[in-house]
C-alpha cells in the first residue's frame, strides 16, 4: 500500500468538482465506496493488491472521522451511521443530527452529494448498492419531502431482510454473501449503464472485527473486500476503454477500531479515529 503521514477529511464538494470541471475528454463518473470498520494500521500491512492498484493511479491518504477535538465542531461519536452521513454531507454530527444507528432526525438542511449532483444535473444517472436500506431511505432520504423528493435512478438493498436467499448464520458468512451480491450488482451497472455518481457499501470486514478483532478472521474479510474491489476496478477500467469515460473513485472507511482488542469502536481513541482513503485522483492538494 502507498502510503503518505498525516490525516485529512473527506470533502463531498471534490466528487463534484471532478464530475464536472474536470479537463479531460469523456463522460464524467465518479463511484464512492464505504468499506466497515477497517482502521489505517490494517489496511496498510494487510494485502490488498486491488487498492494498492488504484493508489498507485492516484493517492493513499490517512484520513480522521471523529469531529475536531478542541475544535469548533463537538467530538463526533466514531459509529457507522454517524460516520456516514459525515461522509456523504461533508458536516460534523452537530450539522448532520445523525448521533448513531437509529437515525432518528438527520438534519436534511445539510445536502448529500446526491442532492448536490440531482440539483445542479436532473439528468444525471445515480444509484446506491447497499445491504441497508437506510443508506438510501434514510441517509440520502429517497422520496422524502425533506430532500424535496429526491429519486435515484438506480438501487440493489436491503439484502439483509431477506433471510431465504441469505439465512444467517452465527458465523455471520451471510453477510460475505451479501456484499458478494452488493459488489456483483455494482459490476454489472457499471457495464451496463455506468451512472454518472454511485455509491456502494460493504459491511463484511466490521462484522468480522466485532466477532474477532484483530485476528485472521478479520485480516481475511480485508482480503475478500479487495477483492470484490478489484471486480469493480476491471469493470470501471472496462469502461475507459470501451468508451473513454474520465472515472473518479473513492474508497474510504467509516471508523477504526479501539487499540485493546480490536472488537470496538465508538470513542475518541486515536486507533478508532484514524482512517484512511484510496483514489484514483492525480490532482491532489496538501489540504486534500
Known amino acids: 500500500m502507498m502510503r503518505m503521514k498525516g490525516n485529512g477529511i473527506f470533502s463531498v464538494t471534490v466528487l463534484l468538482f471532478c464530475l464536472t470541471a474536470s479537463a479531460q475528454k469523456g463522460a464524467k ?41 478542541d475544535g469548533y465542531s463537538p467530538q463526533t461519536p466514531t459509529i457507522s451511521a454517524v460516520s456516514y452521513n459525515s461522509l456523504l454531507t461533508g458536516t460534523w454530527v452537530n450539522k448532520h443530527n445523525v448521533w448513531d444507528n437509529n ?15 440531482k440539483e445542479q444535473y436532473p ?13 438510501r431511505t434514510k441517509f440520502v432520504g429517497e422520496g422524502l419531502p425533506q430532500t424535496g423528493n ?14 431465504v436467499r441469505f439465512p444467517h448464520d452465527k458465523a455471520g458468512d451471510f453477510m ?3 456484499d458478494e451480491q452488493v459488489a456483483t450488482d455494482a459490476v454489472a451497472t457499471i457495464k451496463k449503464s455506468a451512472p454518472e455518481l454511485s455509491w456502494m457499501y460493504l459491511e ?44 473518479l473513485i473513492f474508497i474510504t472507511t467509516d471508523h477504526g477500531r479501539d487499540e485493546k482488542t480490536g472488537r470496538g469502536h ?7 479515529r484514524t482512517t484512511w482513503m484510496v483514489t484514483n485522483l492525480k490532482r491532489i492538494n496538501a489540504y486534500t
Do not use: C
Request: charged share 25%; proline share 4%.
Open 29 to 69: 463518473k465518479a463511484l464512492f465506496i464505504i468499506v466497515d470498520g477497517i482502521p489505517a494500521d490494517v489496511v496498510e500491512k494487510v494485502a490488498t493488491p486491488n487498492l494498492d492498484q488504484i493508489a498507485a493511479t492516484g493517492h493513499y491518504r490517512r484520513a480522521y472521522v471523529g469531529g475536531e477535538k
Open 103 to 117: 437515525i432518528k432526525e438527520p438534519n436534511y438542511n445539510y445536502w448529500t452529494i446526491f442532492r448536490l449532483y
Open 123 to 135: 439528468k444525471g444517472k445515480t444509484a446506491v448498492f447497499s445491504s441497508w436500506t437506510d443508506n
Open 150 to 163: 429526491l429519486q435515484l435512478d438506480d438501487h440493489f438493498d436491503g439484502y439483509e431482510l431477506d433471510t
Open 176 to 178: 460475505h454473501r451479501i
Open 204 to 247: 463484511y470486514t466490521d462484522d468480522m472485527g466485532h466477532m474477532y478483532g484483530d485476528s485472521p478472521q478479520f485480516y481475511a474479510a480485508v482480503e475478500k473486500m479487495d477483492q470484490q474491489i478489484g471486480r469493480i476496478w476491471a469493470a470501471i477500467q472496462e469502461r475507459q476503454k470501451r468508451f473513454g469515460e474520465d472515472w
Open 266 to 272: 465508538g470513542g475518541q481513541s486515536p486507533r478508532q
